[in-house]
Every structure is written in structure tokens, then in C-alpha cells.
């Protein structure tokens, strides 16, 4: 299976800051990646796939982008509904997997 | 707008067999070419893949638990389950069940747009 790491685990930040999520696979899965959203006692839900592409109605401030193996998840100016945890996920083989999560915290 | 929800018990016993339905509403499950999937998380924890299956009834499951994995679909009723058989404590997770968007007709290639709530199920005598 291919894993997926994330960093950092967790992070503390402020409204209005830059927050860069880093998402790497132990193998190239080419554009093949998700980012979800994840808030306590709730479904996750989809930012972003294709890496890149940002799913209908996702604020324009979240931003996805790399290829093969590295990948980063950007939110351009945090805001207060942003505190949660998010996943990224691979969707080029089976089994999918997703990464262990990265908490964003209110600093 | 289209809903998933599951539903089954929400206690079950080690060894016995773990099953949940997902209802499927706002759009036909038959329509469409999605993979429909279980997922599940353990309190804390991160997200596990369990299997999909397709409207055909075609299925995939994490080599992890196919020994123990059935999803199957009823068309008529909008529904797809999940059975897990003779499971033990580490099976105890929120399970969700999930719509998956194709980008290739075959393989893995897809990711999930609509997801259920959620349902916790704790494995315990």
C-alpha cells in the first residue's frame, strides 16, 4: 500500500495567516490526490482533487498543488472556520489511503 | 442535493457480525457512474478505506480486511451494505459511508464528494 505522510501533525496559527500543509507518498501518484476538511464530531469534507482542483463551492483562499510524490494544501488567510483537521488521500491504487492528518489549532 | 446516511446497530459483540446500511437520497444509486464505499475512522485516529462497490455489483476491498468484508447494493431500495465479519475491539470505529467520483473507468481512481455522518459502532461484550 502506498502511505502517505503528512506534516507537521499539528500546528497552532493565527486568523489572517499563510498555513502550508505538506502531504508526501512513499510512491508517484502522478495528480492523484484529495484534501479534506475534517471538524470535530463531522464528516470530512472534500477541498480539493486532482491536487490541484478546487471542488465547487470551497472558498478560493484554500489551494492545492504539486505532483508525484509532494504535495502541499495552502490556506491563504486563515479563518476562524478554518481550525480543524485535514487529510490528504491518494486515489491511484488500491487500496486508497489517506494521510495520518494535520490538526490546525488556534494559536 | 444527495444524502447519505447509514444506520445499524451501534453495539455488537466480539466475534459476531458487524452490519450497516447506507441510505442513498436525492438522487438514484443506479444513475451516474459512482463507486459507493465504506470508509471507517477509530475514535482519535485517521481515516481507513473498506471497500466500494460499484452499481453493477462489481466490488474492491482493502486487502487489509477482505477475509472479512461484504458490501453488496440494493438498487430498489437506493441502499448499499456493509458486513464485517468476526470482529474483535480494533474494529471499533465511526464508519461512514461515501460517494466516489470516477476520473478512470477502472482502478482507484476516484475520491469522495458526499459522505455520510457517520455512525458510531463500538465492539464490545
Given at each position: 500500500a502506498i502511505r502517505?505522510?503528512?506534516?507537521?501533525?499539528?500546528?497552532?496559527?493565527?486568523?489572517?495567516?499563510?498555513?502550508?500543509?505538506?502531504?508526501?507518498?512513499?510512491?508517484?501518484?502522478s495528480s492523484y490526490l484529495a484534501w479534506y476538511q475534517q471538524k470535530p464530531g463531522k464528516a470530512p469534507k472534500l477541498l480539493i482533487y486532482a491536487a490541484s482542483t478546487l471542488q465547487s463551492g470551497v472558498p478560493s483562499r484554500f489551494s492545492g498543488s504539486g505532483s508525484g510524490t509532494d504535495f502541499t494544501l495552502t490556506i491563504s488567510c486563515l479563518q476562524s472556520e478554518d481550525f480543524a483537521t485535514y487529510y490528504c488521500q491518494q486515489y491511484y491504487s488500491y487500496?486508497?489511503?489517506f494521510g495520518q492528518g494535520t490538526k490546525v489549532e488556534i494559536k | 442535493q444527495v444524502q447519505l446516511q447509514e444506520s445499524g446497530p451501534g453495539l455488537v459483540?466480539?466475534?459476531q457480525t458487524l452490519s450497516l446500511t447506507c441510505t442513498v437520497s436525492g438522487g438514484s444509486i443506479s444513475s451516474g457512474s459512482y463507486y459507493w464505499s465504506w470508509i471507517r475512522q477509530p475514535a482519535g485516529k485517521g481515516l481507513e478505506w473498506i471497500g466500494r462497490i460499484y452499481t453493477s455489483g462489481s466490488t474492491n476491498y482493502n486487502p487489509s480486511l477482505k477475509s472479512r468484508v461484504t458490501i453488496s447494493v440494493d438498487t430498489s431500495k437506493n441502499q448499499f451494505s456493509l458486513k464485517l465479519s468476526s470482529v474483535t475491539a480494533a474494529d471499533t470505529a465511526v464508519y461512514y459511508?461515501?460517494?466516489?467520483?470516477?476520473?478512470?473507468?477502472?482502478?482507484?481512481?476516484?475520491?469522495?464528494?458526499?459522505?455520510?455522518?457517520?455512525t458510531l459502532v463500538t465492539v464490545s461484550s
Open positions: 502517505m505522510t503528512q506534516s507537521p501533525s499539528s500546528l497552532s496559527a493565527s486568523t489572517g495567516d499563510r498555513v502550508t500543509i505538506t502531504c508526501r507518498a512513499s510512491q508517484g501518484i487500496p486508497q489511503t | 459483540k466480539p466475534s459511508c461515501a460517494r466516489g467520483i470516477p476520473v478512470r473507468i477502472v482502478g482507484a481512481f476516484y475520491y469522495f464528494d458526499y459522505w455520510g455522518q457517520g
